[in-house]
């Protein structure tokens, strides 16, 4: 398979699109957790239970207005999962679980409902760029539709009662992908990160363990879901991202000014390893891939897109370079594969401008 | 929420630790965090569960618990209807086991509430249409209290007037709406 043709089965289409302020800001979550009042919590529910919330939550996905796919999760093959969780349209949680567990896909892959997760239904929006409202509304639309089907566990104090008592009230979580190479260069995360916590909201490296984040890839979500509005939850995140924005911007503005040269031999650098490299392990592939996305949006390269970070960063994780591979890989193998499929998906872009000026 | 460390600063960082698949999440504070943080990186992942952060949210130690065995027992004799889990079964897990455990719990459950969703306890977001019931139309009415109250405040008497109508019709709906299900 061409690598063009395996990208555009690989690479949720949503992802490939540029959102708002998506030079900082890569892409927007919400999530809603929803539970039926008549059966037990997953976490000790019976085979018959877990199989009746299916058979409904199915019914009601009838009168879901956009197609949905089905998927269920014992039918899928482990490097399928495996995927899916790359691609965070179902949690490694769903993975494992078989009990009756599915997922039910959009087409764009930007709506993902997980029946029997950690709660009997997980409503997922995802969305390129910072656009938390419209994710918002889109998800109360399928929460809407699925609430006049199916019968929720609420309580006039308690909200949304839902499996674990961290999210009980809304059930949403509200997560925000960011790109912060200013801040961390700069060393403010730290400063950051802190102060996010006192209202509300929490910042996890994505890449790595700890707070440590190799691709400088932060998401910021909530953590309290009792006693405040969606709509407040939202607006508060939102505010709190406006600020980092803003913040990452100034720190890029004073990275170019004082030390203008060395970033961008830095950007070029890790630009030439990705093109030219034949090994490249994952911590490494981090960096750069952050560096050269750090170069196209402060202009140093000019011939590469912007979303390539969005696709690259999931490429390259072991489950997405088995399945292009086709089978399984050793750790030495997924490192020759990464590097080859960076330097082709680069080389895509080439052909992609030159021959892209007849359109 | 608090530092699960030193259960005295709010918890700013959260380190994500995945062994085998198997995710552990702990909470801690800057300074904590700056301490401990290389030590929880390569500590056992079992070391830190959810139940040492629940226990701790109610300022109860896994070993103060086995020390206090009254209070043990009184936790083990609150169980939810629905799906026969204690309340310490509860506390170990982390989880509920059915939507009715919160009715079970529901003495025991503010305290733990409001450390997890700082000093909040009671719900103000979306309710569901059909099975929120007559929490649509007593929120409206609140609101409509709070408008009546400033409007005399105000002695805009005329416009009073007709909000008090509203509530009135909104309260008489209600009864109505009882009177039929019972």
Redesign the interface.
């Known amino acids: 398979m061409t690598l063009e043709k395996f990208l555009t089965q690989a690479v949720s289409s949503w992802m490939s699109e540029e959102g708002p302020d998506s030079e900082i800001v890569l892409s927007t979550r919400i999530r809603l957790a929803r ?3 008549h ?3 997953p ?2 529910f019976t085979e018959g239970e877990a199989k009746n919330v299916s058979a409904e939550v199915k019914k009601a996905m009838e009168h879901v207005e956009e197609p949905l796919e089905l998927l269920q999760m014992n039918e899928l093959k482990e490097l399928q999962k495996r995927v899916l969780v790359e691609k965070h349209l179902i949690s ?1 949680n769903l993975a ?1 679980n078989s009990t009756a567990a599915a997922v039910w896909l959009s087409e764009h892959e930007n709506i993902s409902i997980m029946v029997n997760e ?1 709660d009997h239904l997980r409503i997922q929006c995802l969305y390129p760029g910072l656009q938390l409202k419209e994710a918002l509304e889109k998800a ?1 639309q399928l ?2 539709v699925l ?2 089907q199916f ?16 999210n ?3 059930g ?1 979580r509200a997560s925000v992908m960011m790109h912060l190479p200013g801040l961390m260069m700069t060393h403010q995360m ?1 400063r950051i ?2 102060a ?3 209202f ?1 909201l ?3 490296g994505i890449y790595g ?3 440590e984040s190799l691709g400088n890839i932060f998401q910021i979500s909530n ?8 709509e ?2 939202v607006e508060d995140l939102l505010r709190v991202v406006h600020q980092i924005i803003a913040q990452e911007k100034a720190a890029r503005e004073e990275l170019v000014q004082t030390s203008g040269i060395r970033l961008e031999d830095r950007v070029f650098r890790s630009y030439g390893v990705l093109r030219y490299s034949r090994v490249i392990e994952s911590k490494e592939a981090a960096k750069c891939l952050s560096d050269m996305r750090l170069g196209i949006d402060l202009g140093f390269i000019k011939d590469v897109p912007r979303t390539i970070l969005n696709q690259l960063m999931i490429l390259t994780q072991p489950g997405f370079l088995q399945q292009y591979a086709g089978g399984f890989l050793g750790p030495f193998d997924r490192d020759l594969r990464r590097a080859s499929l960076i330097r082709e998906r680069l080389e895509m872009d080439d052909s992609q401008y030159k021959g892209g000026t007849d359109l | 929420m608090l530092c699960q460390e030193c259960q005295e600063r709010p918890a700013t960082l959260l380190f994500t630790k995945v062994v085998d698949g198997k995710k552990t999440e702990v909470h801690l504070c800057q300074v904590c965090a700056q301490d401990k943080g290389d030590t929880f990186l390569s500590n056992d992942a079992s070391s830190f569960s959810f139940n040492n952060l629940l226990a701790g949210l109610l300022n109860i130690s896994p070993v103060v618990q086995q020390a206090k065995q009254p209070q043990q027992t009184e936790h083990d004799q609150v169980r939810c209807d629905g799906c026969h889990l204690t309340f310490s079964q509860f506390l170990k897990l982390g989880k509920f086991g059915c939507s009715q455990c919160y009715e079970s719990f529901r003495a025991q459950l503010p305290p733990i509430l409001k450390r997890l969703h700082s000093g909040n306890k009671v719900h103000q977001g979306k309710v569901p249409a059909r099975v929120g019931g007559t929490i649509h139309v007593k929120r409206k009415i609140s609101e409509l209290r709070l408008e009546l109250k400033g409007l005399i405040e105000q002695e805009e008497f005329e416009q009073a007037a007709t909000i008090r109508d509203q509530i009135r019709s909104l309260e008489k709906g209600m009864r109505e709406q009882r009177g039929e299900h019972s």
Not at chain 1, 151 to 166: I, Q, S, V
Not at chain 1, 223 to 230: A, D, F, N, P
């Open positions: 539970n039926s009042k059966y037990a919590f976490t000790v490694p494992k950690e109360n929460d809407d609430e006049a019968d929720y566990a609420f309580d006039e104090k308690f909200g949304y009662l839902t499996t674990c008592p961290t009980v009230g809304t949403l730290n990160i802190p996010i916590g006192q509300g929490v910042a996890r363990e700890g707070s953590q309290i879901t009792l006693g405040k509005s969606e407040d939850i």
